[in-house]
């Protein structure tokens, strides 16, 4: 375990042409188009800069259907349409904001930490500019642990 926890992250992150992402202006559709094949997409500013500036999961869905004020009075039944995905609500309305990060050179021992610190399942990889490089998720971590086990046998 000594030697995971020393690996750093750019060796072991998901490269960001196979990270989920959207810009945070983007619709409704596209968001539902996202979730509906991923858990989350990283939201970046716009597709040129790639900032990450927030992140949005099925969490935020489930938030976004049912708002919290009817959250205790609804406990079965379809929330009302309008609730969700309003004709004029874009990403950005529904992500979570400023998401933890983590920089390709911090070590798995960081990111461990940041995962269980924020109980969180995935960070997403930027530079000193908040430039999204990838992503590294706990499901990552225990693919690639699961193949150093396989290969001492």
């Given at each position: 375990?000594e030697e995971?926890?020393?690996?750093?992250v750019r060796n072991?992150m998901?490269p960001v042409e196979?990270?989920?992402?959207?810009?945070?202006?983007?619709g409704c559709?596209?968001f539902?188009?996202k979730?509906s094949?991923?858990?989350?997409?990283?939201v970046v500013d716009?597709?040129?800069?790639?900032?990450?500036?927030g992140v949005v999961?099925?969490?935020d869905?489930?938030?976004?259907?049912?708002p919290?004020?009817?959250k205790?009075e609804?406990m079965?039944?379809?929330p009302?349409?309008e609730?969700?995905?309003?004709?004029?609500?874009?990403?950005r309305?529904l992500?979570?904001h400023?998401?933890?990060v983590?920089s390709?050179?911090?070590?798995?021992?960081?990111?461990?930490k940041?995962f269980?610190?924020?109980?969180?399942?995935?960070?997403a990889?930027v530079?000193k500019?908040?430039?999204l490089?990838?992503?590294?998720?706990?499901?990552?971590l225990?693919?690639?642990?699961?193949?150093?086990?396989?290969?001492?046998v």
């Open positions: 375990m995971l926890y020393k690996i750093e072991v998901i196979d990270t989920p992402f959207m810009v945070e202006n983007a559709a596209e539902l188009n979730l094949v991923r858990a989350h997409a990283w716009n597709a040129e800069e790639m900032r990450v500036v999961t099925e969490h869905m489930l938030h976004s259907m049912i919290p004020r009817q205790k609804r079965f039944g379809t009302r349409a609730i969700f995905c309003l004709k004029d609500s874009v990403v309305d992500m979570t400023n998401p933890v983590c390709p050179e911090e070590t798995v021992a960081d990111a461990l940041k269980s610190s924020f109980d969180i399942r995935r960070l990889v530079d500019n908040r430039r490089l990838g992503e590294i998720t706990i499901q990552r225990a693919k690639h642990l699961r193949h150093k086990f396989t290969s001492t």
